[in-house]
């Protein structure tokens, strides 16, 4: 989900228009405090608190759990009292990097960018297929006399 925003972000740097539908809190996000709180933690950056009880199912829990050898020692009670147990150190939080985005608009784009790279397409340049997303993800933005309106233009 990190490497989305971070993707997402660059998107809107360069095409500032896109601000509303891409940025961390788009109207489109179901839960903004939830993904922009699995950013923070994949990124290791610190939460605020509606980020916090939005990721408090993602806590990990904060028992040290002792780990022993399980070898019979005839020590006596008083050694066995005083000894250091190895406590293995535990992240906040669960791992999240496997938690997909929950924003519809992503899982859109990605799926019509797979239906675009088939395997007639493979061959074609970035501009190119860039300008062939562009045209599909905003179809209803243009008909064919629109087209036709910018090739006349052109010519």
Known sequence: MSATRRLFNQVVQNYPDMKDRLSATAAIINYPALET??????????LNAAERT???SFRASSEP???ED???????IVSEAFKRRKVSK???YVDVSFVPPTSNQCE????AAKLQLTDLRMK???ETIEKVMLLSFNRTMWDVY??????????
């Open 146 to 155: 629109t087209v036709e309106m910018v090739r006349g233009r052109q010519q």
């Open 90 to 92: 535990r992240a906040k």
């Open 108 to 111: 859109r784009f990605f799926s």
């Open 70 to 76: 399980g070898a019979e020692d005839h020590a006596s």
């Open 54 to 56: 939005a990721c408090a």
């Open 37 to 46: 709180g699995l950013v923070k933690i994949q990124r290791g950056e610190n």
């Open 124 to 126: 074609m340049d970035a």
């Open 65 to 67: 759990e002792d780990h």
